[in-house]
Structures are given as structure tokens and as C-alpha cells.
């Protein structure tokens, strides 16, 4: 749990929500931590953080934090908002796709649905970037990424808002979906 999560007076909402969180399961390639809080957003936060590793090849990370303020947050429409960043490297083509930034937006919406992570007021923003070398870096390998960073006000359990960021995570990062009712056999978690 982030650090400002152990201390005395923590509402019953957080803690329970903490918990619908640390529920989720992961897939086997998800390697998954915690982290310190933000400590200025709001009153109370919880975060992860989540690498995806496969045959030793680090393929995509991303964070995942929980915010809640018992009075409430007239832009979140709630007194809960879960914030995400997720960023995976891409193919060069996918990357020079003029539609990829909504396909993007697409896979954390179709997470969301598919989890049953009832949610409102998403906000976001898909990054793409390409990179070549020029020069002395000519030879270097030209690699792209996407970046999605997102927001939104859940509503309900909040277990199936952390799996549809896991499952964002794997899709980002190029992993087939689960077939329905496999369930992982490992799930890491540690400190960060």
C-alpha cells in the first residue's frame, strides 16, 4: 500500500477499495508492485505499478493509481477517480497507422467493458512516438511506442478497473487475450 495508506483514520470506503484493487488477477507475464502514492492529488491514493515480462524481454509497464477524497471532486463527479499509464513498444507500421491513436483509446475502452469496470467521465490522451537514429546512431534499431494515460470516475467494485488495466497492459504489450475461464497460475507482487 502507498505510504499515506497506513496511517490512523483511513476511511472504511478506501480501505475497502484498496483491497477490491489488490483482488484483481494478473496474468503470468504481469510482474506487479506497488509504489509510493502521489501525495497531492488527493487525500488518499493508493498505486501499482506493473511490468510485462516475457522470456526475460521487458514489453510494455504501467502504473495504476487510485485517488479518492471523502469529500468529493467536483471534475471527478465522485469521490473516487482511477488514473492510468500504460506505454508498450509498437511495430514501425503500427505506429505510422494514422488511426492508432484511437485504436488506442479503443483497447482501454473494451478493457473497461469487458472487465464489467462500470465507470463515467473518462479522460485521456494516446501518445505515439517513432524514433530513428541519424549519424553516429544511423545503425541504431528505429523503434516506436504507444503511451496511454487515462482517467476515469469508477463506479461499483473496483477489482474489475484494476484487471482492465492488466488486460490494457497485455494488449498494449501484444499479448493474445485470455482465453475465457483460464485463470493464472502466478501472480508476483513486490515492493517497489
Known sequence: MGARTKLEGIPAPFTRAVEEVKRAVARPELEIGEMPAPQRIAPFAHAMTADVVVAGADLGTGRFILLHDPAGNEAWDGTFRCVTFARADIEQEM??????TQVGWSWLTDALDGAGAEH??????ITVVRSEGFGAMADDETDAQIEVRA????????EPHAAAWMELLGKLAGLP?????????TRRRSAR
Open 151 to 158: 482517467s476515469w470516475t469508477p463506479h461499483g467494485d473496483l
Open 177 to 185: 487475450p485470455m482465453a475465457p475461464g483460464v485463470v493464472p497460475l
Open 95 to 100: 505506429a505510422s497507422d494514422p488511426l492508432i
Open 120 to 125: 463515467a467521465n473518462p479522460a485521456g490522451s
